[in-house]
């Protein structure tokens, strides 16, 4: 099959095309600059005046494991209020804020996504994440997994093991739950939560005898190591807590200059002065990652309206229950390996602390330099349903509209706030790096998010027009792996994508001491925990890509 | 042939530590001599020749003969139901996909026991734990029901009472309080468990043992005008848990009286919460001893909601009171019914005079009395599969030890589906 797609504006940043008229082939499923020779044309798409990206990759959203399924639980009223019918052969779903597995993949679609993410992997919970991710249809799939607060390794660096012990440790974990990262969220602090420690600060010795600190510079380095693409993905301590960007610039140097990805930043960017004792510390942030190119990081932006937290990080959650809205929440300690704790939250434009943290994260996308080590993320459904990212576009692309808004937010923080006096605009050329080519490279997927010649071909194309939230809403085609499965902002054809994860090579005698783990304090057999490839295809429905690692 | 690390998914624990013996169509447990769980494998074994045919009317039928008149029977159906849901995850994957093509209800055995703990979630949230953490971290155990013991019988020995802990003595030599009314005959089993310190109070139910604990934690001493012997027990184990790290509630919501079972699930949250504010405190619901977690998981992420689930609008509706699939049959307001149960020949559809199709256990009691029976495969037995833990979290993989020709009943059910 080969389709060409005449007259586009293509914004590829990965091949540095800003808006430049060239015209695509998509042949099978790939994608190629120049007409294959004897080869007929079996479609063509005359797509002047339209912008061509790359399917957009979200890096950093809640899409699978348990901890979404309490939260579809607890939102009963907001899935029965969107509901979505059976159509044809296309499922039926409810939900806005936390959407069913099929509504989720559609709704993705219809954005012009072709990837996600699921940032929280419980290694206990792999086969849960996993499975509800194979029943998210039209993108495809990966997973980071927990690591950091789960008793086997907190005792192996208690215990001095060797950082080669720990990258086994890692590959392994990598290899038996089937992930593509490694994801520390509050580390150590959700472990020290189960001892009723209700804060933990990144140099305080933890109730496992070590810091925070130390578990983040072991992680990121077995990362290094190993060669996975992805650096560590970091969920920094105290997350909400006013004052907290100095934890979380403690956070940053406990990496020692090797790669960390600081994910949901925002909520970790908090300042203490003024009378509310609760300010804006973006700057400091901003600064911090713009002088320190080991770092990338995803905002976690912040929308007004109902939406439900799902963290893995229990100690914060609980501090944070009183302001459960409506008045439920739930917490959970799990298997010795992590938590997770579900909080119903509203964002309120006039609450002060609401419209500063709205603010807040505009001012990290605009004070960090470089839109390749800034994605755009709410860390959906935390900050908002992933549904608002069109909205969000327009915040960062449009002053006017975006001060507009700021000047109906609660009169106090547009006063504490800088972010009327900033200028910049972001152009669609930063919009493509910080959706699609960003986020591909530091996941390690060279062939997705570009338009060059041999990459998968998702491709989003959008109608040009005046209001750029209408035109995220609504591409006009998608691509996926080269079939067309999205018309005018709806889902055409249904198509199931794959899961990508890494392999890192490990010494196989990590088994040992594991298996006298399990035997000793586990639950389930050694020999059950973990995921097999064929299982993934047979009995869990995701289908592997298997990206290579670079052994440092 | 024997098989190791098998999974048991006859009770919401999931233990993986069997070891099972496979002859041609027998199948032994080798490892565990508790006679619920013996029983359990027993049930799935054959003579050779014995691999039942579907039937029809009671009458012998080729797969493809039953599977038309199934298919006939849910044409002409306008509120079907579909019911049992005692399967691994696939098995649940194409019975949604099939209640949502035809428009019906689809809900579990026993959906009632799964609104208990859902609808408190829903209203309130609760506080959970695992079982590992229990294992390892829970120094203080309190378990709400002696026939929570009967039920999950290696409870006691795997979680409760572990040869090592990753804790210390305290979560290791587990404090651990069974309270039940006074009047519950005794169950014999609970002599042979030394650790436990077993309360029977006098009190009218089990429930109002919660309840009034709910009143020690939340009030104080000076408030209760007379202090006996039940309330005193009550108040050393609130000072207890105070005292301890890491206390776990454990129930069982089929262990309260169920026409109140949700109120006191709602009791027992609100007195985890009540405690936490202080200390470490954590609930540990069991269930899912008929396949109900693993029904509810798969329904809730592919639906957006819990169990039942309606689909005559096209989207999912979740309704408990509607659509309770069992009173739907009382009150005549479902026409044609499908039972799906996998696990145990025994789990027969209720009594009802409508249309019923059985797809499931090979050796089904009430094949010949319906109007279609396929049978099935045993997941984790004849087929791989996937099952969900009591706990919410952990999912156990089933394994194929045994060759006997039976189609699966997620494939059954996906032929039907096709079908129509």
Redesign the interface.
């Known amino acids: 099959m080969v389709i060409k797609l005449s007259g586009g504006k293509l914004y590829d940043p990965a091949h540095k095309i800003d808006g430049q008229v060239t015209d695509l082939y998509i042949v099978d499923d790939k994608i190629s600059k120049t007409a294959p020779a004897n080869k007929k044309i079996d479609h063509s798409y005359a797509i002047d005046d339209c912008i061509v990206m790359a399917g957009a990759i979200d890096m950093h959203t809640h899409i ?1 494991g ?1 901890k ?3 939260a ?3 939102m ?1 009223e907001d ?2 209020a969107h ?5 044809g052969k296309f ?5 806005h804020i ?6 989720t993949g559609y709704r993705y679609a219809e954005m012009g996504y072709t990837a996600c993410f699921e940032p929280a992997v ?1 290694p ?2 792999a ?2 994440a996993h ?2 991710m194979a ?1 998210t249809p039209m993108i495809d799939k990966g997973g980071y997994v927990l690591l950091g607060n789960d ?1 086997f390794l907190l005792r192996m660096i208690q215990q001095g093991a060797s950082q080669t012990a720990v990258n086994d440790y890692v590959a392994w974990l990598l290899d038996a739950t089937q992930c593509i990262g490694v994801k520390v969220v509050n580390p150590g602090g959700i472990h020290a ?4 420690q209700r804060r933990l600060d990144v140099d305080e010795i933890s109730p496992s005898g070590v810091t925070p600190r130390k578990i983040l510079t072991v992680l990121s380095k077995a990362v290094h190591d190993l060669g996975i693409p992805h650096p560590l993905h970091v969920h920094a301590s105290n997350l909400g807590i006013p004052g907290n960007f100095e934890s979380t610039l403690s956070t940053m140097t406990a990496a020692e200059g090797l790669p960390i990805h600081l994910t949901h930043i925002q909520f970790h960017s908090y300042g203490t002065e003024g009378d509310h004792k609760f300010s804006s510390a973006a700057c400091q942030i901003a600064e911090a990652i713009n002088n320190q190119p080991n770092i990338t990081a995803d905002v976690g932006q912040i929308m007004f309206g109902q939406t439900i937290t799902a963290s893995g990080d229990t100690m914060m959650q ?1 501090f944070g229950h009183e302001h ?1 809205n409506p ?10 390996e992590a938590g997770c704790g ?2 119903p939250f509203k964002y309120r434009d006039k609450s002060f602390v609401n419209a500063l943290q709205w603010a807040i994260g505009l001012e990290i996308f605009i004070q960090v330099n470089d839109p390749w080590r800034v994605l755009l993320t709410t860390d959906h459904p935390n900050g908002a349903p992933f549904t608002s990212y069109p909205h969000l576009i327009k915040l960062l692309m449009n002053r006017s509209f975006r001060n507009d808004v700021l000047s109906a937010i609660h009169p106090e923080a547009q006063q504490i706030s800088n972010l009327a006096s900033m200028e910049r605009e972001y152009s669609l050329y930063e919009i493509a790096i910080m959706t699609r080519a960003a986020p591909a490279k530091i996941l390690g997927l060279t062939d997705h998010g570009h338009l060059g010649d041999g990459a998968k071909a998702n491709i989003t194309i959008y109608r040009k027009q005046d209001d750029i939230e209408q035109m995220f809403t609504k591409p006009i085609m998608v691509f996926k792996n080269g079939e067309l499965v999205v018309e005018n902002g709806k889902v055409t054809k249904t198509v199931q994508g794959i899961t990508h994860v890494v392999k890192p090579e490990f010494d196989r005698s990590i088994e040992k001491p594991l298996k006298k783990y399990f035997d ?6 050694f ?2 925990f973990r995921i097999s490839s064929d ?1 993934m295809a ?3 429905g995701g289908e592997i890509q298997i990206h290579p690692c670079k052994l440092n | 042939m024997q098989f ?2 098998v ?1 048991c998914p006859h009770c919401g624990l999931l233990c ?2 069997l070891t099972v013996e496979v002859n041609d169509l027998s199948v032994q447990l080798k490892n565990n001599n508790h006679p619920l769980c013996k029983q359990a494998f027993e049930d799935a074994s054959f003579n050779s020749g014995q691999i039942p045919s579907p039937l029809v009317n009671g009458s012998p039928a080729t797969l493809q003969q039953a599977l038309d008149a199934a298919a006939q029977l849910l044409k002409n159906s306008k509120q079907p139901l579909i019911s049992g849901m005692i399967g691994d ?2 098995t649940c ?1 194409d019975a949604v ?1 099939l209640t ?2 035809v428009g019906g209800v689809v809900d579990h055995a026993n959906g009632s026991g799964i609104r208990i703990n ?1 609808s408190v ?13 229990v ?3 829970a120094d203080c155990v309190v378990i709400f029901g002696a026939g929570v013991l009967e039920n999950f019988p290696r409870l006691y020995e ?2 409760l009472t ?5 804790g210390n003595d305290a979560t290791k030599n587990k404090k651990i309080f069974l309270l039940d009314r006074l009047d519950k005959n005794e169950i014999p089993s609970i002599k042979n468990k030394g650790a436990i310190t077993y309360f029977q109070l006098e009190a009218p139910s089990l429930d109002s043992i919660a309840h009034k604990l709910l009143e020690v934690i939340n009030k104080p001493i000076e408030i209760f005008d007379e202090i006996d012997d039940t309330l005193q027990i009550l108040i050393d184990l609130h000072q207890t848990i105070l005292n301890s ?2 206390t776990t509630f454990i129930w069982a919501a089929g262990e309260f009286k169920s026409d109140i079972a949700e109120h006191t699930v709602q009791t027992m949250t609100q007195m985890i919460k009540q405690l ?1 504010e202080k ?2 405190c ?1 609930g540990l619901p069991l269930g899912g001893s008929r396949a109900e977690v693993t029904a509810n ?1 798969v329904a ?7 169990l039942p689930v309606a ?1 005559m ?6 309704n408990p009171i509607l659509f309770d699939g069992m009173k739907m049959l009382q009150n005549k307001e479902a026409d044609t019914l499908v039972w799906i149960t996998t696990y145990n020949s025994n789990d027969n559809p209720p009594e009802t005079d409508i249309p019923t199709i059985v797809i499931g256990h090979p050796k089904m009691k009430c094949a010949n009395d319906v109007d279609v029976f396929i049978p099935t495969g045993i997941p984790g037995i004849d087929h ?3 099952a ?1 833990r009591t706990d ?6 089933l394994k194929s030890i045994r060759t006997s020709q039976l189609a699966s009943a997620n494939d059954v059910i996906s032929q039907l589906s096709q079908l129509l």
């Open positions: 699978g348990g979404v399924n309490i579809r639980t607890m009963l899935q029965h509901p979505d019918a059976r159509s499922r039926s779903g409810n939900g936390v959407p069913s597995t099929f509504s419980l206990v919970n086969r849960q499975m509800e029943d008793d939560f189960k001892y009723n609980y459960a008045k439920k929440w739930t917490i959970m300690d799990i298997e010795c579900v909080i000793d304090y586990q639950t389930i057999a020999n059950n299982e047979e009995c869990i | 190791n690390d999974t993986d530590d995850i696939q994957r996909a949502e093509k859902t979630m829903q209203r309130m949230g609760e506080v959970r734990t695992t079982l590992a953490e294992r390892n971290r795997r979680i572990p040869a090592q802990s990753l790290q890491y936490m200390v470490r954590v998981q809730t992420w592919q639906t957006g909601v819990s689909f609008s096209g989207a999912p509706i979740h791989r599969g996937l969900c919410n979290v952990a999912t156990l993989p």
